[in-house]
């Protein structure tokens, strides 16, 4: 069964840190492109943070960037790691994996493996 399992959400102050995690497994994980997805109440998804298959190009949304690191092992997991938390880093963070290609994708619509969410609430 190809499954995406996100883990490592919770309840964080502000300007605190979290690192999500992300397992994979059904399906030749060295060979797909990840990306990080969030969804706030109320609002559509907004894509944070994309990862090529090698591990070595990153791409982040300005609202991220020099905050969240997105990383990968050579087994079956991806991490985005959280610093600087905001309120407005509010969100059911998603994981996903896609095709492929020489710079990872940041559209949604390419990714076709989605895992179940995992919730963030960054308040005082």
């Known amino acids: 069964e190809v499954q995406l399992v996100e883990s490592g959400g919770g309840l964080v102050e502000p300007g605190g840190s979290l690192t999500l995690s992300c397992v994979a497994s059904?399906?030749?994980?060295?060979?797909?492109?990840m990306i990080w997805v969030r969804q706030a109440p109320g609002k559509g998804p907004e894509w944070v943070s994309a990862?090529?298959?090698?591990?070595?190009?990153p791409d982040y949304a300005d609202s991220v960037k020099g905050r969240f690191t997105i990383s990968r092992d050579n087994a079956n997991t991806v991490y985005l790691q959280m610093n600087s938390l905001k309120p407005e880093d509010t969100a059911v963070y998603y994981c996903?994996?896609?095709?492929?290609?020489?710079?990872?994708?940041?559209?949604?619509?390419?990714?076709?493996?989605w895992g179940q969410g995992t919730q963030v609430t960054v308040s005082s």
């Open positions: 059904g399906f030749t994980f060295g060979m797909h492109d």
């Open positions: 990862l090529n298959s090698g591990g070595d190009i």
């Open positions: 996903a994996a896609g095709q492929r290609y020489s710079l990872p994708s940041y559209r949604p619509h390419d990714y076709n493996t």
